[in-house]
């Protein structure tokens, strides 16, 4: 069975600073992996995806995210931090069937403080 | 959000009673999908149709049901069975393929009171 993990509930740091939030996965086969936002009482937002290829996935809004495949982890990046990334974070793996389905993390709220 | 319309935004629902959460997509995708989200908990699958007059059980099916009669639409009942129904839905849409991302609704919050 596919799962991700996102072992921080919550993440603080300074506006400028470099974030990162953490996620972990187990798929069978070749991962799809996804990172989505969300803003208070907002749907989520999509920022980034891995499918194959570089490692470096770059994305919305000045985000990046590293696929490391021996550590099974996909974690998101931002070299310097606004106020504005303040947000709940989700990171979520797709199924390996034509359903499109994705098993979502259980969120990660960034707060970015001034 | 998209092309992708929830309505209502707020809901309120006393005990006993079915309710009906909106959700329609303009982006032409086939596929579409209902989740909940409630606090530290991410977003469970409810149900999700790859096509019309087609569609399955998510993870948490028992107390909800769908129906896809246009592709541009997907609705949920929220049934009397459904035990905890206070939560935010979301709806969302996709190519129908697992290396596609998804597209989401603003969502509906839905209260039992």
């Known amino acids: 069975a596919q799962s991700v993990a996102q072992p921080e509930d919550q993440v603080n740091v300074a506006e400028g600073n470099p974030l990162t939030v953490k996620c972990t996965y187990s798929?069978?086969?070749?991962?799809?992996l996804f990172w989505y936002v969300q803003y208070p009482n907002r749907g989520l937002q999509f920022l980034l995806k891995?499918?194959?290829?570089?490692?470096l996935v770059k994305g919305s809004y000045g985000f990046e995210a590293e696929f490391n495949k021996s550590q099974t982890s996909f974690h998101l990046k931002k070299p310097s931090a606004l106020v504005s990334d303040s947000a709940l974070y989700f990171c979520?793996?797709?199924?390996?069937?034509?359903?499109?389905?994705?098993?979502f993390g259980d969120g990660t709220t960034l707060t970015v403080k001034p | 959000d998209g092309g992708i319309t929830q309505s209502p935004k707020y809901l309120f629902r006393k005990e006993g009673q079915n309710v009906t959460l909106s959700c329609e997509q303009n982006l032409n995708h086939d596929a579409m999908y209902w989740y909940r989200q409630d606090p530290g908990q991410g977003l469970r699958l409810i149900y999700y149709?790859?096509?019309?007059?087609?569609?399955q059980k998510g993870d948490i099916a028992e107390g909800y049901s769908v129906s896809r009669e246009k592709k541009e639409s997907f609705p949920l009942t929220v049934t009397s069975a459904q035990k905890n129904p206070t939560a935010f839905y979301l709806c969302?849409?996709?190519?129908?393929?697992?290396?596609?991302?998804?597209?989401f609704g603003p969502g509906t919050r839905l209260t039992v009171l």
């Open positions: 891995y499918i194959t290829g570089d490692n």
């Open positions: 969302a849409t996709g190519p129908g393929y697992s290396y596609n991302e998804q597209f």
């Open positions: 798929v069978s086969g070749n991962p799809y």
């Open positions: 979520a793996v797709g199924f390996n069937t034509n359903a499109g389905k994705s098993t």
């Open positions: 149709s790859q096509i019309v007059n087609d569609f």
